[in-house]
């Protein structure tokens, strides 16, 4: 449910629907001592409120009174439910959470993949490079901007805190072949190569450090292999030049 904010939108003119059902239940059944089915039936149709009370000894105006309040109640409840599904749909939520399922589909389907976490300009080359080559690539970004980038470059994303272990699991991490920790912060990727290591420990681990200071550091969280783009980036226009 977390990951479904149409649902959860949902979910409440629902149970309200369902409680004002239950109540009405209830009430018809205390009111006039009739089974659940004849009050389910006077809630689909309140003018046989009117035939039973002509025919039995009942209190017919608090009967009346309160089929007058289900119903209203009930009616209230369904225009709740059809603005929030009307408003999902013009909205275009109802398209991007059956693309997000699509997506996990596809994710479960994944083995041996790649995880690139952060899609940054590292991250993007990363998982770019890899979709050209035919690679399979899992996404996970905590950005929706980022996210939704990932998606339109035909990408598999997942939108989220890398360093969590919902979020690499998510990602398929415990069948990847490879963990790359993208994000520009160090630290976090360095958080991810940990959790990288307790959730699959057979997982090559690749993490990005802004500085040389963090790769003894990476590597004691379990880091297989450290980049510095920059003292990369150096290297190869020292060979240029």
Known sequence: MAGR???RRVVRPVAAFAVLVAAGV???AALADVGVVEALFWLLDPTS???YVESHDAPARALRAYGIVVESGLVLAGLWIGETVLSATFGGQIGTELRQMQVERSIDDCE?????????TFGKTIARRLRDRDRSVV????????HERALDDGLLSVRGDARREGMLTAAGVDRAETVVGAVDDSNVNIQVAITTGELAPEATVVVRAGDEMYESVARRA???EVIVPEVVSGEQVTTTL
């Open 5 to 7: 904010p149409l649902l």
């Open 26 to 28: 209830a009430g018809f």
């Open 49 to 51: 409120i009117e035939l």
């Open 112 to 120: 041996d993949h790649v995880i690139v976490c952060g899609y940054g």
């Open 139 to 146: 996404v996970i970004e905590s950005q929706e901007t980022q």
């Open 222 to 224: 379990g880091a297989d």
